[in-house]
T-cell receptor, first 113, second 114 residues
Framework: SQKIEQNSEALNIQEGKTATLTCNYTNYSPAYLQWYRQDPGRGPVFLLLIRENEKEKRKERLKVTFDTTLKQSLFHITASQPADSATYLC????????????FGAGTRLAVHP | KAGVTQTPRYLIKTRGQQVTLSCSPISGHRSVSWYQQTPGQGLQFLFE???????NKGNFPGRFSGRQFSNSRSEMNVSTLELGDSALYLCASSPALEGTYGYTFGSGTRLTVV
């Protein structure tokens, strides 16, 4: 069955550093992959989508890479700030584009001043 | 532009009862999906509707059902509630037939079954 793995441990970094989060998947070849941010008690917030034919995507301080050979996506936050502290989720569409996403368990990021 | 609205925000029900949750997507969004989120299982897909048709269903028992109306608003229903149904239920909408856009999630309905 399809499986998505994200760093299970919380990631603690110092303000100003770059945070790198990992998403690995098996048994599927998704057309695209999405990253979301979730704060406690709130719904996830969409950050970035990257397609299988795109190696890298950027948005402000965020960067996502997608390696379909390694079946891995990396999510980077540069110049991190305490306000970036949240849980970050990656998601794959497993329905061939019919909006059925499976989510990883998420990685909790804590940015310390 | 209004976001995805879910009602109610909190709900407490007794085992054996049934519950209906409501979701109003962003205006113009025709795809509505429902997810269950628990600490142990994370976010799990329940079902997705597009133009009043259920296109996908997750691995949940038949007690979980949903529907979408002509104005794209959606409801999900859980019958014969069990303690394990306690969770945050999230609704998400998308403008596209295919998931080439990110979802916009609501704040969720926190259901507690006692």
């Amino acid at each position: 069955s399809q499986k998505i793995e994200q760093n299970s441990e919380a990631l603690n970094i110092q303000e100003g550093k770059t945070a790198t989060l990992t998403c690995n998947y098996t048994n599927y070849s998704p057309a695209y992959l999405q990253w979301y941010r979730q704060d406690p008690g709130r719904g996830p917030v969409f950050l970035l989508l990257i397609r299988e034919n795109e190696k890298e995507k950027r948005k402000e301080r965020l960067k996502v890479t997608f390696d379909t050979t390694l079946k891995q996506s990396l999510f980077h936050i540069t110049a991190s700030q305490p306000a970036d502290s949240a849980t970050y989720l990656c998601a794959l569409d497993i329905s061939g584009g019919y909006n059925k996403l499976i989510f990883g368990a998420g990685t909790r990021l804590a940015v310390h001043p | 532009k209004a976001g995805v609205t879910q009602t109610p925000r909190y709900l407490i029900k007794t085992r054996g009862q049934q519950v209906t949750l409501s979701c109003s997507p962003i205006s113009g969004h025709r795809s509505v999906s429902w997810y269950q989120q628990t600490p142990g299982q994370g976010l799990q897909f329940l079902f997705e509707y597009f133009s009043e048709t259920q296109r996908n269903k997750g691995n949940f028992p038949g007690r979980f059902s949903g529907r979408q109306f002509s104005n794209s608003r959606s409801e999900m229903n859980v019958s014969t509630l069990e303690l394990g149904d306690s969770a945050l239920y999230l609704c998400a909408s998308s403008p596209a037939l295919e998931g080439t856009y990110g979802y916009t999630f609501g704040s969720g309905t926190r259901l507690t079954v006692v």
